[in-house]
């Protein structure tokens, strides 16, 4: 079973960057679009970002788009998240989780149950002065 991992949350200040990873031991990433998750205390679950798996094209959710970056790097079996210019807003946890998606569309029309089966442990970013 696919095991995700996610890492390189902290604390930053406003106007900050931290750059996410989301890795995998045991199975290869490749052939699975990659989606990036938020959950604040109290709020909805948010979409943040997705990228395929072939053509590595992106969608970016209108609350980080312009800040945040998503790439890959299958030869490392490593998804990635820049985050750039942080907000306080943006405080969360954030995960990362797959699925077959092609071009992310799922991804981007809300339908997501398919990357929550394969979601990894969180990882707390927290954006404060």
């Known amino acids: 079973q696919l095991q995700l991992v996610a890492s390189g949350g902290g604390l930053v200040q406003p106007g900050g960057s931290l750059r996410l990873s989301c890795t995998a031991s045991?199975?290869?990433?490749?052939?699975?679009?990659i989606g990036w998750f938020r959950q604040a205390p109290g709020n909805e679950r948010e979409g943040a970002s997705c990228i395929s798996s072939s053509s590595g094209s992106t969608y970016y959710a209108d609350t980080v788009k312009g800040r945040f970056t998503m790439y890959r790097d299958n030869n490392k079996n490593t998804a990635y998240l820049q985050m750039n210019n942080l907000k306080p807003e943006d405080t969360a946890i954030y995960y990362c989780?797959?699925?077959?998606?092609?071009?992310?569309?799922?991804?981007?029309?809300?339908?997501?149950?398919?990357?929550?089966?394969?979601r990894g442990q969180g990882t707390q970013v927290t954006v404060s002065q």
């Open positions: 045991e199975y290869s990433l490749g052939s699975y679009a």
């Open positions: 989780a797959a699925a077959i998606d092609v071009e992310c569309i799922h991804f981007s029309s809300g339908y997501v149950d398919s990357y929550l089966e394969r």
